[in-house]
C-alpha cells in the first residue's frame, strides 16, 4: 500500500516575519522611498518568503521564482493587482490597462498588445532614429558648451518623444523644446498612485495636503495634453475617413466611436496617460542606470565603442532596422542594468480568492509583493551574478543554460499581464546605448555614492550627472 505524502500546508501566520509593534506592525520600519530595500534586507534575514504588517494588514512577500511565477500567471484567476489600485486609478482618471480589472482587461489589453509588437516596430524604426539622433544632438550641445550632461532629463525626454510618436502618431519634440513641464508632471503622477495605493487610509477623499494639490494640477496638465493629442488624431481620421487606424490612438479613438463597444472616450483619456506613465520612466530608468554602472568602467566603454562601430561602421545611430539584430551587446548591458539596478524591484498582487502558493494558504485579500531583485543576484540563476556582464544575454537567452536561468528575470512581469512595451523599450534602450558607446565617453560628474535607490512605484537613481566627451 503506497501512503500518500503531502506536504503539510503553512499559514501566513507560520511564516517568518521581522518583529512588530502592536496595532503599527512594521509601519515605523517602513519608508516608503526605500520599500524595496528594507524588504530586500528581510529577505536576506528571513528568507525568501515571510510576511509584515502595515497597521493591521498581513503581507506576503516572496523572491522564491516559482512562487512568484505562478502568483503572475494566475492572472486574472486567483490573482489580481492591488485591489486599492482600480480605484485609485479611477478617481485619477488614469484607470487604463495597466489598473484594468474583470472583463475591460483583456480588450485593452489585446489593442496596446497589437500596436507594440515587434512587427510595428520595424515601420516605425525611421521615426527612433531620429529622435535617437536628437538625443545625440542634445548631448554633443552639451559637450560643445562643456557642461555637464543631466542624464535623467534627457532620457525622459526621449521617452515621451519616442512613446507618442509611436502611440498618438505625434511627434512632441520635448528633446528640443526648453519646456520640461509634461515630464514633470508624468514624474509626479506615478509616485503619487504608488502612495495613495498603499496609504492606510484615503485621507485625500475627504481634506488635501499640498502635494494632493500638486497632483491635481499635474493630473490637469497631462489631460490636456491628452486631449491635444487626441485632438491631432481625429483631424487626421477625418482627413482619410474609413482608412485603417495608423496608431493605437486612432485604434482607441476608432473603438470608442462605436456605441456597443463598451470603450469609452475616457477609457481613451486613461489609456494615453497610462502609457505615457508605463513607456517614460521605465525605460529611461534603466538607459540612466545602465550609463551610471559604465561611467566608471573605461575598457568596458571602448569595447562597447568598438561593438557600435562594428555594427553601425560610419553612422552617428544606426541606420536600418536590420542593423539593430547586430545589438545584442548593448541589448545585453541594458538587462544587466535591470538585473542589477531593477526599475520594477516589487511588483505588487493581491489574491481574487483564497488561493495556496507553493503549501502557504494565502486568504483572500491579502496583499502579495513579489521582489524581483534577489532571484536576479542568486549565483544559482546567474553565474556570477554579482558581476556586470552584458555578454551573458549573447545568444539564445531563453535557454535554461548552466548558470543562467532566464526565468529569474522578471523585470518585465511574467504571464497574462507582462509588460507588452518590452520589445519597444527594448528597442529604445538599445539604440540609445549604441548611440553613446559609437559617439561619447562618459565619466561621472560627481561623486557616484551620491546616487542612491528611490522607489516611488519604479526605482530611479536619485541624480545622475555625467560629463560626456566627443568621440570622432
Ligand atoms: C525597461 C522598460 C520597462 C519595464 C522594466 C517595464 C516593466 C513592467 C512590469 C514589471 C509590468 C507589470 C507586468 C506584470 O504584472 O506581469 C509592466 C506592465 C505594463 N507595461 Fe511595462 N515596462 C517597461 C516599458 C514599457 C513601455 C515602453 C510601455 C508602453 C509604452 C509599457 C507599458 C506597460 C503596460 C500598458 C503594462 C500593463 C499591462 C497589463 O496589465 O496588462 N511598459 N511593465
Not at 505562478?70 to 489598473?99: H, I, K, Q, W, Y
Not at 532620457?155 to 507618442?164: E, G, K, Q
Not at 503619487?192 to 492606510?200: F, G
Request: aromatic letters at 8%; glycine letters at 6%; a neutral charge.
Amino acid at each position: 500500500m503506497t501512503v500518500e505524502r503531502r506536504a503539510a500546508k503553512r499559514r501566513l501566520e507560520d511564516l517568518p516575519a521581522p518583529s512588530s509593534l502592536p496595532w503599527l506592525g512594521n509601519l515605523h520600519q517602513i519608508n516608503p522611498r526605500r520599500l524595496h530595500l528594507q524588504l530586500e534586507e528581510w529577505a536576506r534575514t528571513l528568507g525568501p518568503s515571510f510576511t509584515f504588517r502595515l497597521g493591521p494588514k498581513r503581507i506576503f512577500v516572496t523572491s522564491d521564482v516559482d512562487i512568484a511565477l505562478s502568483a503572475l500567471r494566475d492572472r486574472p484567476g486567483r490573482f489580481r493587482r492591488l485591489s486599492t489600485m482600480e480605484p485609485v486609478a479611477m478617481e485619477m482618471g488614469v484607470n487604463g490597462l495597466f489598473s484594468v480589472e474583470g472583463e475591460a482587461w483583456r480588450p485593452q489589453r489585446n489593442l496596446v498588445t497589437r500596436a507594440l509588437a515587434p512587427q510595428q516596430l520595424e515601420s516605425f524604426f525611421p521615426t527612433l532614429q531620429r529622435i535617437t539622433d536628437r538625443l545625440r544632438r542634445r548631448w554633443q550641445q552639451s559637450v560643445d558648451a562643456k557642461t555637464d550632461t543631466d542624464v535623467l532629463q534627457d532620457l525622459t525626454h526621449f521617452t515621451v518623444d519616442t512613446t507618442a510618436s509611436l502611440v498618438f502618431g505625434k511627434d512632441v519634440n520635448t528633446l528640443e523644446c526648453d519646456e520640461d513641464a509634461i515630464q514633470r508632471h508624468i514624474g509626479f503622477i506615478l509616485p503619487m498612485v504608488s502612495y495613495r495605493v498603499n496609504a492606510l487610509l484615503p485621507y485625500w477623499r475627504y481634506f488635501k495636503l499640498p502635494g494632493d494639490y500638486q497632483l491635481d494640477r499635474s493630473l490637469k496638465a497631462v489631460r490636456a495634453f491628452a486631449e491635444e493629442m487626441i485632438g491631432h488624431a481625429r483631424e487626421r481620421m477625418r482627413r482619410s475617413p474609413g482608412g485603417t487606424p495608423n496608431n493605437l490612438l486612432e485604434a482607441m479613438i476608432a473603438l470608442s466611436d462605436e456605441p456597443e463597444s463598451g470603450f469609452s472616450d475616457d477609457d481613451v483619456y486613461a489609456n494615453i496617460i497610462t502609457l505615457l506613465l508605463a513607456g517614460e520612466d521605465t525605460t529611461a530608468y534603466s538607459i540612466a542606470w545602465a550609463m551610471h554602472m559604465l561611467a566608471g568602467d573605461r575598457e568596458l566603454q571602448m569595447a562597447l565603442h568598438r561593438a557600435a562601430l562594428d555594427a553601425m561602421g560610419d553612422a552617428r545611430v544606426p541606420t536600418t532596422f536590420a542593423d539593430t539584430a547586430k545589438l545584442g551587446l548593448f541589448e545585453g548591458v541594458a538587462f544587466e542594468a535591470m538585473r542589477m539596478r531593477p526599475v520594477a524591484p516589487l511588483n505588487f498582487l493581491e489574491a481574487n480568492e483564497n488561493a495556496e502558493l507553493a503549501g502557504i494558504e494565502i486568504p483572500k485579500g491579502t496583499p502579495v509583493f513579489l521582489l524581483t531583485r534577489p532571484a536576479a543576484l542568486d549565483d544559482d540563476n546567474f553565474q556570477d551574478a554579482k558581476d556586470f556582464k552584458p555578454e551573458r544575454w549573447l545568444g539564445r537567452r531563453e535557454s535554461a543554460r548552466e548558470g543562467h536561468s532566464a526565468r529569474a528575470f522578471m523585470q518585465f512581469g511574467a504571464g497574462p499581464r507582462f509588460c507588452p512595451g518590452r520589445y519597444l523599450a527594448t528597442l529604445e534602450m538599445k539604440m540609445v546605448l549604441a548611440m553613446l558607446s559609437r559617439n561619447f565617453s562618459f565619466e561621472p560628474a560627481e561623486d557616484p555614492g551620491i546616487t542612491e535607490e528611490v522607489f516611488a512605484f519604479t526605482m530611479s537613481p536619485s541624480r545622475l550627472r555625467l560629463r560626456l566627451a566627443a568621440i570622432a
